[in-house]
């Protein structure tokens, strides 16, 4: 099967995932008469939905970035590639419950828990999508080992990152919504991919 109709899939998904993420985000009600304190109060109260729209949805974009850049280099996709992949767009799918769960109670471990929880399954079906990829040469030519374990460091640097909010938020909440946050902010840094994504896209068909 080509690998297109699999990207248009998840494309999909994370369209309508990061589309549902503002639905968490409620116009507050304002009793009358509406003064501008009275407003202010009320926009501050929805400020946690608004903080938890805005990380989840660079967190669901620095994701798609990853998910898409796999499928430079993916040519072909076998069974077990496209059943991981479902077990990855599982998690995608699941992230804005996750989110607005957080956001009603953000201080709570098990609401960190279960985001924490979310983006690990996402990181780890994406280490183990990638890896099935190479190992079952469903990848193109210009894959070298080098290119696949950098690849792997990659994806890697996100799991590390949940695991710790995770744990963190366990015993600092605080500490380990600042960590959610950072994840997107890391891989917005240049890596060392980046070449070989350059080089995949200025390609001849």
């Given at each position: 099967?080509?690998?297109?109709?699999?990207?248009?899939?998840?494309?999909?998904?994370?369209?309508?995932?990061?589309?549902?993420?503002?639905?968490?985000?409620?116009?507050?009600?304002?009793?009358?008469?509406?003064?501008?304190?009275?407003?202010?109060?009320?926009?501050?109260?929805?400020?946690?939905?608004?903080?938890?729209?805005?990380?989840?949805?660079?967190?669901?974009?620095?994701?798609?970035?990853?998910?898409?850049?796999?499928?430079?280099?993916?040519?072909?996709?076998?069974?077990?590639?496209?059943?991981?992949?479902?077990?990855?767009?599982?998690?995608?799918?699941?992230?804005?419950?996750?989110?607005?769960?957080?956001?009603?109670?953000?201080?709570?471990?098990?609401?960190?828990?279960?985001?924490?929880?979310?983006?690990?399954?996402?990181?780890?079906?994406?280490?183990?999508?990638?890896?099935?990829?190479?190992?079952?040469?469903?990848?193109?030519?210009?894959?070298?080992?080098?290119?696949?374990?950098?690849?792997?460091?990659?994806?890697?640097?996100?799991?590390?990152?949940?695991?710790?909010?995770?744990?963190?938020?366990?015993?600092?909440?605080?500490?380990?919504?600042?960590l959610f946050a950072c994840m997107?902010?890391?891989?917005?840094?240049?890596?060392?991919?980046?070449?070989?994504?350059?080089?995949?896209?200025?390609?001849?068909?």
């Amino acid at each position: 099967m080509e690998s297109r109709r699999v990207e248009a899939l998840a494309d999909g998904v994370f369209a309508v995932a990061m589309t549902v993420l503002v639905l968490g985000v409620h116009v507050p009600e304002l009793p009358a008469p509406v003064t501008g304190a009275g407003m202010l109060a009320a926009l501050s109260g929805i400020l946690p939905g608004v903080a938890g729209y805005a990380v989840s949805f660079m967190i669901l974009g620095m994701i798609w970035i990853g998910h898409h850049n796999q499928f430079h280099f993916i040519r072909r996709v076998d069974r077990t590639l496209l059943w991981i992949n479902i077990v990855f767009l599982l998690s995608v799918a699941f992230v804005p419950f996750a989110t607005a769960f957080l956001t009603r109670y953000p201080l709570q471990p098990a609401a960190l828990l279960i985001y924490g929880g979310t983006l690990l399954l996402g990181g780890v079906s994406h280490f183990v999508h990638w890896n099935h990829a190479v190992g079952h040469e469903l990848v193109a030519d210009e894959v070298t080992p080098e290119v696949a374990e950098v690849v792997r460091e990659r994806i890697s640097m996100g799991i590390v990152v949940a695991l710790a909010a995770t744990l963190v938020g366990a015993f600092l909440p605080k500490v380990g919504l600042v960590l959610f946050a950072c994840m997107p902010v890391l891989y917005m840094l240049p890596g060392r991919i980046d070449p070989s994504l350059a080089e995949e896209a200025s390609a001849p068909e």
